[in-house]
């Protein structure tokens, strides 16, 4: 627990009510008194090492689990959003925002989804006048932003579905891609669910699998008549193979998916549909790349993305994707960020599991070396940076490209951003020869202009939104106000 003090009061209210007890014969089985419970449950005492003893004999809780909660996340999310003009006047302090994060995350999430609200009404508002007589247009969140938020709050891990993917990978005794490869997973498919894989090209100028009707590039059709599932013979294996794997999640677990939605209480149907392909894809990467011999791998590797792209057959996207998402409690592995980026800066895919939380809106730091990658394309950059938190990280960040199967078709190129809080930076092959005790080898990154109060950044784009500025018309310097 790092000798730091414990105030978890929700998570043990939640243990006493998953247990059907009493404040008082709660106390009474961990040995303390009712009023000292009470205390610890709104966070006014912290847990000593006594209780949390207790917790794991009487309740078989394990306590590793007991740190790791929301509130990190919901704190920036929340200074992000009270960043936004739409917010006038005071606003309330670092510790009033973490007492809302810890002991009301709910009434956390309902101001966050108010405010996204908000945001969506005002783009829609000076876009289109006329949207405001589209009944709901204005209220609900966009699906993808909800869908992203639910996975975002998991932690990016969903537990039942990767325990019947690691359960699933089971199927193909032996270790990493020699025994689990496309034919298998084709064979156990057609075995079990009567479902033939077809794999196709087509002239590009026929446009009838190759390409739809808007030009997007064919990679997965299913016809549940048919049951033929159809892939594209150019794509690579561990595309495929990814592919099949969504399928069976789509066959084979769509109760389970279902439930998972159910909980969500999503708001809108378009939601439902996206989180629906979000789980299938979780099965997917967890099927190829199961969880315990994925975090074996992974420590023996030392972290080492190419080594473990080449092991398990699988493209550097999923490594890095599936590093980001090993958080099963009790058998934790470093806790990642993981983002994709465009060549304009948007971020496409984003997830942490650590104390750096990617911007919910607009571009990332300029000075973030995932921006660098485009530069020097199939190499891995490394990067030793700060935030203004104070924490220090190991980033790592490629490019990867995705062809199009011709020389007339489009190629989509990303960078991959990955890394680690700087503790974590002897488990990985990247920090062996980086000096990480010398103050000066970060370098200063932000999270989004708008909201980063770095006075002395040069690549500043926007002033911060919640600070006064000061123009002097007879100064000029690179950037021209001061704040």
């Known amino acids: 627990m790092r000798n730091r003090k414990l105030f978890v ?20 089985k961990l040995g303390i008194s009712t009023s000292y419970l009470n205390q610890i449950e709104n966070n006014q005492r912290h847990l000593t090492a006594t209780v949390l003893l207790a917790l794991a004999e009487k309740f078989a809780v394990d306590i590793t689990t007991l740190s790791e909660d929301d509130s ?32 009301a995350p709910a009434v956390a999430k309902a101001f966050l989804s108010m405010h996204q609200a908000l945001r969506h009404a005002g783009e829609q508002l000076a876009e289109l006048d006329d949207t405001l007589e589209r009944s709901g247009a204005l209220t609900d969140p966009a699906p993808y932003e909800e869908v992203r938020d639910f996975f975002h709050y998991l932690d990016n891990y969903v537990h039942e579905l990767d325990l019947v993917a690691e359960k699933f990978a089971g199927n193909f005794s032996g270790p990493g891609h020699s025994q689990r490869n496309i034919r298998k997973f084709a064979d156990y498919i057609e075995r079990e669910h009567r479902v033939h894989v077809s794999m196709q090209t087509s002239d590009i100028k026929t446009n009838d699998l190759k390409t739809n009707d808007h ?18 013979q150019q794509a690579s294996n561990s595309t495929n193979m990814f592919q099949i794997a969504h399928q069976i999640a789509l066959l084979e677990h769509h109760k389970m998916i279902d439930n998972i939605i159910a909980r969500a209480d999503f708001r809108s149907e378009d939601a439902k549909a996206i989180c629906q392909i979000g789980l299938a894809n979780y099965f997917a990467g967890a099927a190829t790349l199961p969880y315990g011999e ?50 304009a800066g948007n971020i496409t895919k984003r997830h942490s599991a650590t104390k750096l939380q990617f911007a919910r809106f607009g571009s990332a730091c300029p000075l973030w070396n995932a921006h660098r990658a485009f530069e020097t394309p199939d190499q891995i950059l490394r990067q030793l940076a700060e935030t203004p938190d104070g924490v220090k990280y190991l980033c790592l960040s490629t490019t990867v490209s995705k062809r199009g199967g011709g020389f007339k078709m489009p190629v989509q190129r990303h960078a991959l951003a990955i890394g680690c809080e700087i503790q974590h930076a002897a488990e990985m092959v990247y920090a062996d020869d980086l000096d990480t005790k010398r103050e000066d080898a970060f370098e200063p990154i932000g999270i989004s202009c708008r909201i980063c109060d770095r006075v002395d950044c040069h690549q500043r784009a926007v002033p911060p939104l ?14 021209p106000y001061r704040f």
């Not at 919640?466 to 950037?479: C, H, S, V």
């Open 466 to 479: 919640k600070r006064k500025l000061e123009i002097d018309p007879n100064m000029r310097n690179t950037i």
């Open 294 to 343: 994925f975090l074996s791998k992974a420590r023996e590797f030392r972290h080492d993305l190419e080594m473990l792209a080449d092991y398990f057959n699988a493209s550097l996207e999923q490594v890095s994707h599936r590093l980001s998402t090993l958080q099963r409690p009790g058998e934790k592995g470093i806790p990642f960020f993981f983002a994709r980026v465009d060549q």
């Open 72 to 103: 990190d996340r919901l704190l920036a999310d929340m200074a992000e959003a009270l960043a936004d003009p739409l917010f006038s006047g005071e606003a309330p302090s670092v510790q009033d925002l973490k007492l809302v994060s810890q002991n």
């Open 9 to 28: 009061g929700r998570n043990i209210k939640a243990i006493r009510v998953d247990n059907a007890l009493t404040q008082a014969k709660f106390a009474e």
């Open 215 to 232: 030009g997007d590039r064919f990679i997965r059709t299913y016809d549940p008549s048919s049951r033929v599932l159809k892939l594209n």
